[in-house]
């Protein structure tokens, strides 16, 4: 499985960025998926998860009204939306997909690294 993440870059605060994912060597319409960040000295953290059908999203906290996840099945990709960026939402940002099929949501947002097919991500710089 390949993740392929493209859409990062250097933002203003206040500005908006689209993250996307692209997906090949499985079935994608079948696996959530989700992004992660992870910022300079921090661990990796869980951002939001679209549920394998497209049909439910789930979101940390920290960007929930500012951050929008969707999928296209038919185009084996996962699109994150981040509006009213923050210089705290700097970090790089990471593509993964679940091992197992069909999971609900709250799997992928508390699962194990190993559990989970990772991209190499890409980097957000917000200034403020």
């Known amino acids: 499985v390949q993740l392929q993440a493209s859409g990062g870059g250097l933002v203003q605060a206040g500005g908006s960025l689209r993250l996307s994912c692209v997906a090949s060597?499985?079935?994608?319409?079948?696996?959530?998926t989700a992004w992660f960040r992870q910022a300079p000295g921090k661990e990796r953290e869980f951002v939001a998860a679209v549920l394998w059908s497209g049909t439910d999203t789930y979101y940390a906290d920290s960007v929930k009204g500012r951050f929008s996840i969707s999928r296209d099945n038919a185009e084996n990709t996962v699109y994150l939306q981040m509006n009213s960026l923050k210089p705290e939402d700097t970090a790089v940002y990471y593509c993964a997909s679940d091992r197992y099929t069909q999971r609900p949501l709250l799997d992928i947002a508390s699962a194990q690294a190993s559990d989970l097919h990772w991209g190499l991500g890409t980097l957000v710089t917000v200034s403020s």
């Open positions: 060597g499985h079935t994608f319409r079948r696996y959530t």
